[in-house]
């Protein structure tokens, strides 16, 4: 049965991130720094969340 929660728990991380490469493009992010890729990615997860509440 534990095996079955984290599984559950797992798959909506999944659905999180299919839905975010969907619609944000997080993987077409065009950068030359680092730390541009490091602060986009989150920032852009912080949107994701905002709109889907």
């Known amino acids: ?10 798959w909506q991380i999944e659905v999180t991130f299919a839905e975010t490469r969907a619609h944000l493009g997080v993987e077409t992010q065009r950068q030359w720094n680092d730390k541009a890729i490091l602060r986009t990615t989150p920032s852009l997860m912080a949107f994701y969340t905002l709109v889907t509440l």
């Open 1 to 10: 049965m534990e095996i079955i929660t984290f599984y559950v728990r797992r």
